[in-house]
């Protein structure tokens, strides 16, 4: 029986909090890694298709948006910080059609992105941070890409 691990634990965290919202659970997303550097989300084909029967444009981009969110989740989780977080806005870039469950991943912010994000938060209570997201296919050709701006606002 495999040992649990604290990313198995932060894994599980974050798969409750996608499973409460109605429309992550109805793409099937799942979390399928996270380390110390990315966050994989990803996401059968069989529910997320559109009549062409590649992946749907909504589907992607709930997926790349999500992938980013819990890229900042992870790593604010990680210094103790508490904050609710908001997509503010983003730019999609669809750049082929994607014929296979969808997969798309994340890099967690670097420590100096999340020290200056904590100094606004603790500041004024938010603060916000660029974050990137990337679906590719199972050759790894990127097939859609994410930039948005998140929004972090301190709990309590």
Not at 37 to 64: M, Y
Not at 123 to 138: I, N, Q, S, V, Y
Request: proline share 4%; net charge negative.
């Amino acid at each position: 029986m495999p040992i649990a691990t604290d990313a198995d634990a932060e894994i599980r965290r974050l798969q409750d909090l996608l499973d409460r919202m109605p429309p992550a659970r109805a793409l099937g997303l799942r979390i399928e890694r996270l380390d110390a550097a990315e966050i994989q989300i990803g996401a059968p084909l069989e529910r997320n298709f559109n009549d062409k029967g590649c992946a749907f444009g909504g589907s992607l981009a709930a997926l790349l948006t999500l992938a980013a969110w819990g890229a900042l989740e992870a790593a604010l989780h990680r210094v103790g910080e508490d904050a609710d977080l908001y997509i503010a806005d983003s730019r999609l870039d669809y750049l082929a059609p994607l014929y296979e469950d969808l997969r798309a991943t994340a890099a967690l912010p670097d420590a100096s992105a999340i020290e200056e994000l904590r100094t606004k938060l603790a500041a004024r209570g938010r603060g916000g941070l660029r974050l990137r997201a990337e679906a590719h296919d199972a050759g790894g050709r990127v097939v859609a890409r994410l930039e948005g701006r998140y929004a972090a606002v301190r709990r309590g």
